[in-house]
């Protein structure tokens, strides 16, 4: 089982940047893949982007060039690198593992990213 506490969100302009990180528990945290997914108000829950347990990646096409995803196995940490924020990238980010890409079976709280002027 892995147990997630998310960290990094907050308030920032549009154009902005932001670092979220996740902290996993564990010490099986290497053979999962882990993504992280964002809940907009109003709006289904979508992913974002996601790394396999062996470095593979997918990003959703709206933050493609904008987002960067990565893994730290010694430290059991995924981080997403969000640059060129845009009003529409404001939601809540939840970082999620699984033993295959987009088959995630556990789930952090959640951290508010808004972006915003």
Known sequence: Q???VESGGGLVQPGGSLRLSCAASGSMFSIYAVAWYRRAPGKQRELVAGISSGGRTNYAESVKGRFTISRDNTK??????????KPED?????????LAMSHYSYWGQGTQVTVSS
């Open 2 to 4: 892995v147990q997630f």
């Open 90 to 98: 404001t939601a809540v980010y939840y970082c999620a593992a699984g």
């Open 76 to 85: 059991n940490t995924v981080a997403l690198q969000m640059n060129s924020l």
